[in-house]
């Protein structure tokens, strides 16, 4: 799948490689030691909020689950 | 001859229901709703359509969480342009929470594009913030669009977990709200259009009076005079609050947050 921004595509998918593996097979399992992904997150990131900017996507400021506050939640 | 069905389906939909979704009741305080939640107006309106069902994926909640991650691209998504992890953290109490950026293509009918021109060019920015908690084995996610939202804004809320009866399959609560603003739109259209009107029959009804006075042989006496004056201005007046309350009608149906297009 394409980033957003054209040059990030190689990263994402070296990151989303890394991500896969460690979601299934240690953040699923309970285990959180450390964060084998973290420089290639960081490498993407910086790519694709480069590019977020670049395009004038409105994605600042915007609460986190923000407009589905009060809706009512199940219990987590 | 035929062979197999393709894929056996691993989804089934369980219940679904919509319905319109009436005045401040539905609308959640925070965003964009929060004054209109807390104030009831004296009747309420249809603001938008409400979604809701329940369906089971044929799943276990592990395989259904990593599948969430790696959705993107498959032979149902040619409409999802690009997708970016924009934000990420593990919480203190072992839950992840993303937000990712979606682009989709802005498929609009025909009838549509020619009504909203500005709009046909720009695809659509999605948002879809999520929360997967492995402890408790349930994933929250709420998506909603970031532009082109005035148009129109559909928001989606899914709690996954798993299936209470049958734990090797994972069950989806899917709600969705639609809305837009163009429903003010057409209310303020519909008030002034009614102010407007029943101040060009008292209009009417003086010149009715005016005229017949006439031909019953009354001299247009001052008091006729000063009557139709008083009419007009009375007329500008209610057209005037009638403006203003349409204009106020149809900017509260605009969104508040900062939108594209």
């Known amino acids: 799948m394409n980033s957003v921004g054209e040059a990030c595509t190689e990263l994402k998918r070296e ?21 084998p992904c973290g420089q290639l997150f960081k490498r993407y990131q910086l790519c694709v909020q480069k590019a977020i900017k670049e395009k004038d996507i409105p994605i600042e400021g915007l609460e986190f689950m923000g407009p589905s506050k009060g809706k009512a939640e199940d219990s987590s | 001859m035929g062979g197999g069905r393709g894929l056996r389906r691993k989804y089934v939909r369980a219940r679904r229901k919509c319905a319109a979704w009436e005045g401040a009741a539905w609308r959640p305080p925070g965003g964009r709703g929060t004054e209109r939640a807390r104030r009831r107006g004296p009747e ?11 369906g089971v994926l044929k799943g276990p909640w592990d395989q259904v969480f990593a599948a ?37 293509t802005n498929r609009m009918p025909r009838w549509a594009e020619r009504f909203f021109p500005a709009n046909v060019a720009h695809s659509v920015y999605i948002l879809e913030d999520s929360i997967v908690d492995p402890k408790n084995r349930t994933m929250t996610t709420f998506t909603w669009n970031i532009n082109h939202a005035r148009l129109m804004a559909v928001e989606e ?6 299936n209470p009866e049958n734990s090797s399959w994972t069950e989806v ?20 259009g009614l102010a407007r ?51 106020d009608l149809a900017s509260k149906a605009a969104t508040k947050k900062k939108q594209f297009v």
């Open chain 2, 68 to 104: 969430f991650w790696q959705r993107y691209p498959n032979p149902y998504s040619k409409h999802v342009l690009t997708e970016d992890i924009v934000h990420r953290e593990v919480t203190a109490d072992h839950k992840l929470l993303s937000r990712r950026l979606l682009t989709k």
């Open chain 1, 15 to 35: 990151y989303d490689q890394c991500f896969n593996r460690w979601f299934a097979e240690k953040f699923l399992k309970g285990e959180s030691d450390g964060d």
């Open chain 2, 44 to 54: 309420p309106e249809p603001m938008g359509k409400y979604c809701a069902s329940l």
């Open chain 2, 173 to 192: 609560k899917r709600e969705a709200w639609v809305s837009s603003s163009l429903f003010g739109v057409s209310r303020a259209v519909q008030e002034f």
């Open chain 2, 157 to 162: 809320r899914c709690v996954y977990r798993v």
């Open chain 2, 197 to 247: 009107f029943k101040s060009n029959v008292t209009k009417s009804t003086k010149g009715f009076e005016y005229v017949l006075a006439r031909m019953q042989g009354e001299a247009p006496s001052k008091t006729l005079v000063e009557t139709a004056k008083e009419a007009t201005e009375k007329a500008k007046e209610t057209a005037l609050a009638a403006t203003e309350k349409a204009k």
